[in-house]
Structures are given as C-alpha cells and as structure tokens.
C-alpha cells in the first residue's frame, strides 16, 4: 500500500504541484423535447466556469437550487461532458473515452439521493462493489470495508438490507461505497441532506481527515453553509456562473449579497451581522460560535448569575379535544428472521386539532416508520392509531377515506409525482376521492395556489421543476384532498435556505389560515425550535420526550449523546453566560437570541 502523506505533504501539494483539477470556459445546456422529439426549450446550466483545484485542496461549492452546482459536480467525474470548453482531472481529459474509468476511480461522487447509488443487497456487499470491479485483492477490500463503514458509523448496519434503511443511513452507506475506493478526489453532492446533527458532523468530519491525512481533494456541495466554514476556498454560483470566489472569511461577510442570492451564512456569522448593524462594535465575517462569544465577551454587559430563563413565552396548552392518538406502537421489520429489528417500541402520544408538533430523531430512530403508521401506510405488530375516535386498523376502516384525511409528503417528492402536468397531478387525489374533473381542477388550481406556485408551472410537467417546486405539488396534492393532519417527512431537505424558508413559512401559514394539524418530521432543530408548539423525540424506536421546544432543548446534554442537539443559539448564550454575560440562555431562535444578547448590553 502507498504511504499516507502526512499534513506537511499535504500542504506541499496545494502550494507547489500542478492542479489535479483544471476547468476551462465550461458550458453545458439542458435540452427539453416533446413525444416527437421536438426542441421545446434549453437551459444553460453551466455558463462559461474556469476553475482550478490544486491536490489536496477543501473546496465547497455554493448556489442555490438551480444554480449550476450538480450539473458542473457531474462534469468533474465525466457523468457529462461538456458542449463547450474543457475538463481535465489529474491530467485526463474528461472528453477522452479511453480514460473514463481512470477519471471516475479519480474522483469518486456522491448523490444527493443514495438510492440512485446503491445496488447490493447487503449493506458489506454494496460498500464492497467499487473496489472488487476496480480489481483490488479480496483481503484489501474486506479491510476497505471495515474501514469505510466504521468511519461513516454504519458498521454495525453490515448485514442489513439497504431497503430496511432510513434515508439518513443510506446516504451513509452511499458515501462508504465512494470511500472504499480510495479516490484521489472526493465529490460530495449534499451529503448531509437527510442526516441528522451527528451524523452530518460526522460525515463533515470525515471528510475533513481524508482531506487533512490523506491529502484527498475534497469538493462539497452543500446547501449547510457550517459545513462551508471548513473550506480552502468557496465558489458561489448563480444562474450557470460563479459569481463569488474566496476563503470563508471574505465570503460570509458579504451577507446581504448572499441573501440576495437565495443562500445564507453560519448561524453565529448572521447572529453577528444582525448585532453588528444594531451597533455593537462587532467584526465582520465571524464563522463560528467561538468567534463570537470572543468578540461579545468584552463589551460591556450585565453581569452576575444568569437571568431568570422567563422572558420567552411558552406556547399555549392545544384546544379542541384529540384528532389522533397513537396507542403503544410497536414495529419490527424482518420480523422472525435473523435479521429482525425492532423499528418503534410502544409508542404513545396525542396530536390535537390546529397543532404544530415537531418529530426529531436521529438516523434510523423510528420517524418515518413511526408516520407511516399513522396513516395506515404500515401496519403495527401491537399498538393501534384513533383518528377521532376509531381505530384505523379494525376491518372495517375506510382507510382510503383516512388517507384523504391524513395527508403524508415524503421525503423524496419525485418519488409521489406521476401525471403530466402539474394540474393532472394536484387533480389526482381529489379524482380518486370522488369528485367530477371540473370539482377536482378546481380543487387543484387552489391548492396549487396556496402553495404559491406560478400560474406557468400549470401546464409544465412536475419532473421538469426544481426540487422546491416539486416539493410545492407534493403538498399542493396533499392539500387538494382538504386534509385534516399534514404529516411532512423532511419536506425541505435539499433546499437552498431561501427556499427552505419559504416552504415553512408556507407550512406555517397553511395552519394558522386552514387550522391543519401539522407534523414535522425534520432534522433541523433551528426549524422545529421556530414553528413548533410542541415536539416529539424518538431515540431508537422509543419516545423519549414529548414536551415544548423550551423544556426539550433544556436538555441538550441528553440530545447531544442520541445523536441531536440544540439550536445553536441556546448553545452561544450559554457560552456567553460562561464568560459572565447574566442574560436568558434559553432562548431558541436567532430573534431571541439577538433579543437576549441586546437586553443585556443595555
């Protein structure tokens, strides 16, 4: 085996080799055409990128939904090629048929969603299929596997079923296959998007040693922009075109040009922006909580104790009786085999009319299990669901009348778009339900107005949408159904922040407008800390609290050890109180927070 380069050949290789990766004047269009082949339209994707990426570098690569950032990803592995321009990699032109496999061991790609990458059907043996096709010894790949599993935290999962996975643990189990083959450069197309706090810092993590140890060239997509802080160097791109290009510092000081761009910055980077233009004499570009908490630690503040944690309000106790009740749930898949495992564990908990429930949990804890459950999707072994008062699984249950009434979004949309059009698609339920095609159009022309769609996107097809739009018809299908329950299976994964934010603030207004009964499954606690009244949390399979955000994030050591956290805030206001500040460290959101921190240098 090759020797591993240590920390000072790394930096040799940024500073004096050629680049690994050279990207000159690249541009690349979308073609769109009809049943007959016909040219409808094109869309330039990339416009005209020049790049280069020296061995060894930690590159991130920013935009929002749209922007270019997967279709120049694909560029760099020749999954594409371009229409104009170049792509060399480690010396290979893209262009040249004869090095494709060379360049793809070169520079190993992960998806945004692991099951367009995943094949075999044991966990060990999927991991395994790079590094037996690229002819490595079998010893040498048992070891690989073993190696990349356990640096993923997927190896007691060896043995499991892909199928049987959550989405969090395939991604996982994508991103160990690419490992395994020991590439030279390392593509993380959103790796994160469906983890959970840990687990996402464990990835980042990761790829930071095979970055720092290894020497691999790392190049990260991600709409995380914590995740960007541990770059070399960021590009930002928009419409096809990188627009910003710098180390973290100088971009994440430009916020309100970010903003502009539909992206964000670091949580304690924004906490700071907006404290800084409330006057406090603070710098610009700050990346991270230390950084901040040393640069507030010296104004002048209130000092003593802490504050008494009154002043954010709890949210009222939910009026209106019982809509759902689930009643000790227990599931096991595989159950009887040597591969049985228990997913949910008599489960309990209520959800009223008009609430805004929060369901975290980290990867593989039970949360989409758990909601499938509750629409009858799946079946309990012990347990039952009451939807105002009957039981959901006797006989006699009209469960296609439950599914009307229980609407879920899951956690891929495309995986619930079919028709045509997005009109057709909206129209399905209500078509399904009964009504006539003019009462289900009109049915569908108002959802899909609720959910702020344009009135152009009617006629499109839903796969030729971005992944927010798509996200959009998912729930505008659910709503023309006029549920009574909203369940939303991570429904802003993948989103750009502007985007993520507009889908919940669409969310939350569907409730206070319609009084839906709303559950969250996410694995954001800053999104769940802002929207919910209450939240549930699942530590494998079991429910560990059901209570409001304030009383579970309070306990965030208990959190932190089952995979999850706090909002960062809470933890920034409690490093502060650390250094003397005697201020509210309970406080959830950036609002409040920046509310505390103001309060306290009055």
């Given at each position: 085996m090759k020797k591993k380069p240590g920390k000072k050949e790394k930096t040799r290789s940024k500073e004096g080799f050629s680049a690994l990766l050279r990207i000159k004047d690249l541009k690349y269009e979308y073609i769109r055409r009809d049943e007959e082949n016909n040219v409808e339209g094109i869309t330039t994707a990339v416009d005209g990128v020049s790049m280069e990426v020296k061995p060894g570098e930690f590159i991130a690569i920013l935009g929002h939904n749209g922007s270019g950032k997967s279709t120049l990803a694909k560029h760099i592995n020749a999954i594409l090629f371009p229409a104009e321009g170049t792509v060399v990699l480690d010396g290979m032109d893209t262009q040249d048929e004869d090095r494709l496999l060379d360049i793809r061991r070169t520079a190993g790609m992960v998806f945004q969603n692991p099951d367009n990458q995943i094949i075999g059907q044991?966990?060990?043996?999927?991991?395994?299929?790079?590094?037996?096709?690229?002819?490595?010894?079998?010893?040498?790949?048992?070891?690989?596997?073993?190696?990349?599993?356990?640096?993923?935290?997927?190896?007691?999962?060896?043995?499991?079923?892909?199928?049987?996975?959550?989405?969090?643990?395939?991604?996982?189990?994508?991103?160990?296959?690419?490992?395994?083959?020991?590439?030279?450069?390392?593509?993380?197309?959103?790796?994160?998007?469906?983890?959970?706090?840990?687990?996402?810092?464990?990835?980042?993590?990761?790829?930071?040693?095979?970055?720092?140890?290894?020497?691999?060239?790392?190049?990260?997509?991600?709409?995380?922009?914590?995740?960007?802080?541990?770059?070399?160097?960021?590009?930002?791109?928009?419409?096809?075109?990188?627009?910003?290009?710098?180390?973290?510092?100088?971009?994440?000081?430009?916020?309100?040009?970010?903003?502009?761009?539909?992206?964000?910055?670091?949580?304690?980077?924004?906490?700071?922006?907006?404290?800084?233009?409330?006057?406090?004499?603070?710098?610009?570009?700050?990346?991270?909580?230390?950084?901040?908490?040393?640069?507030?630690?010296?104004?002048?503040?209130?000092?003593?104790?802490?504050?008494?944690?009154?002043?954010?309000?709890?949210?009222?106790?939910?009026?209106?009786?019982?809509?759902?009740?689930?009643?000790?749930?227990?599931?096991?898949?595989?159950?009887?085999?040597?591969?049985?495992?228990?997913?949910?564990?008599?489960?309990?908990?209520?959800?009223?009319?008009?609430?805004?429930?929060?369901?975290?949990?980290?990867?593989?804890?039970?949360?989409?299990?758990?909601?499938?459950?509750?629409?009858?999707?799946?079946?309990?072994?012990?347990?039952?669901?009451?939807?105002?008062?009957?039981?959901?699984?006797?006989?006699?249950?009209?469960?296609?009348?439950?599914?009307?009434?229980?609407?879920?979004?899951?956690?891929?949309?495309?995986?619930?778009?079919?028709?045509?059009?997005?009109?057709?698609?909206v129209a399905y339920g209500p078509k399904n339900m009964g009504l006539d095609r003019k009462e289900a159009e009109l049915a569908a022309f108002a959802a899909i107005k609720k959910v702020g769609l344009e009135d152009e996107c009617f006629d499109q097809s839903p796969f030729d949408l971005s992944g927010g739009q798509k996200r959009r018809v998912a729930i505008a299908s659910v709503l023309a159904m006029k549920p009574e329950l909203l369940i939303l299976d991570e429904p802003a994964a993948g989103l750009d922040p502007a985007g993520r934010e507009e889908l919940l603030s669409m969310i939350r207004t569907l409730r206070d407008e319609e009084g839906i009964c709303v559950l969250l499954v996410s694995h954001s606690m800053e999104d769940v800390a802002e929207l919910a009244d209450r939240i549930l949390v699942l530590d494998k399979g079991k429910l560990l609290y059901d209570d409001t955000p304030r009383r579970v994030f309070a306990h965030a050591a208990e959190l932190e050890e089952i995979g999850l956290a706090a909002p960062e805030t809470s933890y920034i206001l409690k490093e502060l109180e650390k250094t003397g500040w005697e201020l509210d460290t309970e406080a959830l959101t950036l609002s409040e927070a920046k509310e505390r921190i103001l309060e306290a240098t009055a």
């Amino acid at each position: 085996m090759k020797k591993k380069p240590g920390k000072k050949e790394k930096t040799r290789s940024k500073e004096g080799f050629s680049a690994l990766l050279r990207i000159k004047d690249l541009k690349y269009e979308y073609i769109r055409r009809d049943e007959e082949n016909n040219v409808e339209g094109i869309t330039t994707a990339v416009d005209g990128v020049s790049m280069e990426v020296k061995p060894g570098e930690f590159i991130a690569i920013l935009g929002h939904n749209g922007s270019g950032k997967s279709t120049l990803a694909k560029h760099i592995n020749a999954i594409l090629f371009p229409a104009e321009g170049t792509v060399v990699l480690d010396g290979m032109d893209t262009q040249d048929e004869d090095r494709l496999l060379d360049i793809r061991r070169t520079a190993g790609m992960v998806f945004q969603n692991p099951d367009n990458q995943i094949i075999g059907q044991v966990v060990d043996e999927d991991v395994a299929f790079g590094p037996e096709n690229m002819g490595v010894p079998t010893e040498e790949i048992i070891s690989r596997v073993e190696e990349s599993l356990k640096t993923i935290g997927m190896w007691e999962y060896r043995d499991a079923s892909p199928n049987h996975l959550s989405g969090g643990q395939k991604q996982r189990v994508s991103i160990a296959g690419v490992l395994a083959m020991h590439p030279k450069c390392l593509i993380l197309d959103e790796p994160t998007a469906m983890l959970d706090p840990r687990g996402r810092y464990e990835v980042i993590r990761a790829a930071r040693a095979l970055n720092q140890v290894e020497g691999i060239t790392v190049i990260l997509i991600t709409h995380y922009m914590e995740e960007a802080v541990y770059a070399d160097r960021i590009f930002v791109m928009d419409q096809g075109k990188v627009v910003m290009n710098g180390d973290p510092r100088s971009i994440f000081s430009r916020v309100e040009e970010l903003k502009e761009l539909r992206l964000g910055v670091p949580v304690a980077c924004e906490l700071g922006w907006e404290l800084r233009k409330s006057g406090l004499p603070l710098p610009e570009g700050i990346l991270n909580r230390k950084e901040l908490v040393e640069a507030l630690k010296d104004i002048p503040h209130k000092s003593g104790g802490g504050a008494a944690p009154a002043t954010v309000s709890e949210k009222p106790e939910p009026e209106g009786g019982m809509k759902l009740i689930a009643d000790k749930l227990s599931y096991k898949y595989d159950k009887g085999t040597n591969k049985e495992r228990c997913a949910l564990e008599d489960v309990s908990f209520v959800l009223h009319p008009g609430e805004f429930v929060g369901l975290i949990g980290h990867t593989g804890s039970g949360k989409s299990t758990l909601v499938q459950l509750l629409n009858a999707l799946l079946t309990p072994d012990s347990g039952s669901v009451y939807y105002d008062g009957a039981d959901i699984y006797a006989p006699d249950y009209d469960r296609k009348a439950l599914r009307g009434k229980v609407g879920m979004v899951f956690q891929y949309p495309e995986h619930q778009l079919f028709e045509e059009t997005v009109l057709s698609e909206v129209a399905y339920g209500p078509k399904n339900m009964g009504l006539d095609r003019k009462e289900a159009e009109l049915a569908a022309f108002a959802a899909i107005k609720k959910v702020g769609l344009e009135d152009e996107c009617f006629d499109q097809s839903p796969f030729d949408l971005s992944g927010g739009q798509k996200r959009r018809v998912a729930i505008a299908s659910v709503l023309a159904m006029k549920p009574e329950l909203l369940i939303l299976d991570e429904p802003a994964a993948g989103l750009d922040p502007a985007g993520r934010e507009e889908l919940l603030s669409m969310i939350r207004t569907l409730r206070d407008e319609e009084g839906i009964c709303v559950l969250l499954v996410s694995h954001s606690m800053e999104d769940v800390a802002e929207l919910a009244d209450r939240i549930l949390v699942l530590d494998k399979g079991k429910l560990l609290y059901d209570d409001t955000p304030r009383r579970v994030f309070a306990h965030a050591a208990e959190l932190e050890e089952i995979g999850l956290a706090a909002p960062e805030t809470s933890y920034i206001l409690k490093e502060l109180e650390k250094t003397g500040w005697e201020l509210d460290t309970e406080a959830l959101t950036l609002s409040e927070a920046k509310e505390r921190i103001l309060e306290a240098t009055a």
